[in-house]
């Protein structure tokens, strides 16, 4: 059990406690031990917490005791005087006018207190000696540096992707990639030099894939809108010779309706809807009964040419976006620390 009397002021104590076991009362306990009994001023009293909350706490609750124990040598303890108090006040009888004096003084120069969180003692460290840490003389700690981060992934956004091809601006819209998810990903490991990221290759170029793609889709839109009547009747009246789980009749029609749809535009979209890959002949083949004949069209082949190829361009795609991220990686820890330098600014990761 912890004894705050028996525990000696000049050496290191380690307490270990969990919540609600009166941490923040010991420590002001130990506060007023200090500044009577160690004879230190308030501003020689270093307390550190970890939250904004804390420090207050912890401040409202010492100050709170100052003033009691001040009270309690002028007038005598209350009835609900609690041990703490009670063994202070005795200490400090034999010597009572001084013990009344520092209080006073502590009282009034309460503002003066060193009681921060980790990083508000740090920043006032710095402050104090920027000469010597080559910091700025005059910064501001910044909690929270999203706002920075945003402006320098969104800079970062409109450099990669101004001039990008409408197939890959689209797969990027139908992906969901945003700036905001960019930073998202990358965030977590911002501000780590210590972590070894690979840098990944990427490909060349995607205008061999996107050229394989539009043509790939000019063949199917063709056909379908050629002979588009006589592929849906084709493939309705040989259900019975496909897997039913995969070629139920509403799928069926409902791949339908997803190819009037996905072959209205004439240029493509990166993307593929679900479904689409009902119609490509590996499909097919795979789904067709035992014995039973395989639906052949050329229509059915040419989906599988467009299907290879947006998987083929799919896969350039999020090779190039992964390798991006790491290259967006470096550029916010190298943009981050110039605009950080450039206008004063400290944050919890310096």
Not at 138 to 163: H, K, N, T
Request: hydrophobic content about 40%; overall charge negative.
């Amino acid at each position: 059990v912890f004894d705050l009397f028996a525990t000696p002021l000049r050496e290191t104590q380690l307490i270990e406690a969990s919540a609600g076991t009166g941490k923040t009362y010991t420590i002001a306990g130990l506060f007023l031990r200090l500044l009577l009994e160690g004879l230190h001023r308030v501003d020689q009293i270093l307390v550190v917490t970890f939250t904004n909350a804390a420090t207050e706490e912890l401040k409202d609750r010492i100050r709170k005791r100052l003033v009691q124990l001040r009270d309690a040598l002028l007038d005598g303890p209350d009835e609900q005087a609690d041990p703490i108090l009670l063994g202070l006040l005795e200490r400090l009888q034999a010597d009572r006018e001084s013990a009344l004096k520092r209080l006073e003084n502590a009282i009034r120069g309460f503002d003066e207190a060193a009681i921060f969180t980790i990083h508000g003692f740090c920043q006032r460290v710095l402050a104090e000696r920027a000469f010597a840490s080559a910091m700025p003389f005059e910064s501001e700690l910044r909690a929270d540096v999203r706002e920075l981060l945003q402006e320098i992934v969104e800079d970062f956004w409109r450099r990669r992707f101004y001039q990008a091809s409408p197939l890959l601006i689209d797969y990027l819209l139908e992906q969901k990639y945003t700036p905001e998810r960019l930073l998202h990903e990358i965030r977590p490991y911002l501000g780590k030099p210590y972590l070894n990221i690979l840098e990944l290759a990427r490909p060349a170029e995607f205008t061999q894939a996107e050229q394989a793609l539009t043509e790939a889709y000019g063949v199917v839109r063709t056909l379908w809108l050629e002979q588009g009547i006589e592929i849906r009747n084709l493939l309705q009246d040989q259900l019975d010779q496909l897997n039913q789980q995969s070629y139920r009749q509403d799928k069926v029609l409902m791949g339908f309706r997803g190819l009037d749809l996905y072959l209205a535009d004439e240029a493509p979209r990166p993307v593929l809807f679900d479904g689409f890959e009902r119609f490509t002949t590996h499909r097919l083949v795979k789904s067709t009964k035992k014995n039973c004949n395989t639906p052949q069209h050329a229509f059915f082949e040419a989906c599988e040419c467009l299907w290879l190829a947006a998987e083929q361009l799919r896969a350039q795609y999020e090779t190039e976006l992964k390798a991006l991220r790491v290259e967006l990686l470096h550029y916010a820890d190298r943009a981050l620390a110039q605009r950080k330098q450039r206008e004063q600014i400290q944050s919890y990761d310096d």
